[in-house]
């Protein structure tokens, strides 16, 4: 590093921080399965999935029921997609959820019928208090509806509700409800049009 780029960093570095993680409870997070449970979950998961070949598209499924997830019938799941707690998770029938998607599910996450998650998306239903010094922990549901399509590498917050056909353009950035048949891409995601 050299001298001018690190007198840039000193201002940002001496100034005192608005958070004390050391406040930071976890305990108010609750997985909703035993800590030997999730663990299990990852393990299986870190495992069985990335090692299942790509067609066996029923085995995942299976697993995540076993492990408490809702999937409906005709599901594709590719096998480098990541699923936190599947117990908070229902996927309705003929759905898609594509490579390295990661489904953040400390709360719920409802996945419609006939509706697309594209490869590199990232469904968040948790997020922290800014306005804390604790910077406690905010979570939210995230639903999905029949016959939409989250384009590839988009990020969808806590709390959102994408409507039933409604198409998010390619790596958007959705923090606002998405209402029915809409068009919609941008960082913030707003809606353009709707879709026909």
Known sequence: ?????????????????LVDLRLYDSSQCDRGRANWYVILWWLVQAIAFPLSLHNLNGFRCWLLR??????????IIRPTARFT???NVTIGDFSWIG??????SVDRIEI????????KSYLCTGSHDINKISFDLIIKPIHIGNGAWIATDCFVGAGVTIGANSVIGARSSVFRDIPNRQIAWGTPCIARYERK
């Open 1 to 17: 590093m050299t001298t001018q780029s690190a007198n840039k960093l000193t201002p940002v570095l001496d100034a005192k921080p």
């Open 66 to 75: 076993l492990f408490g997830a809702t999937v409906g019938k005709g599901v």
């Open 85 to 87: 707690y599947p117990w």
């Open 99 to 104: 490579d390295d998607v990661v489904l953040y």
């Open 112 to 119: 419609g019928c006939h509706a697309v998650v594209s490869q």
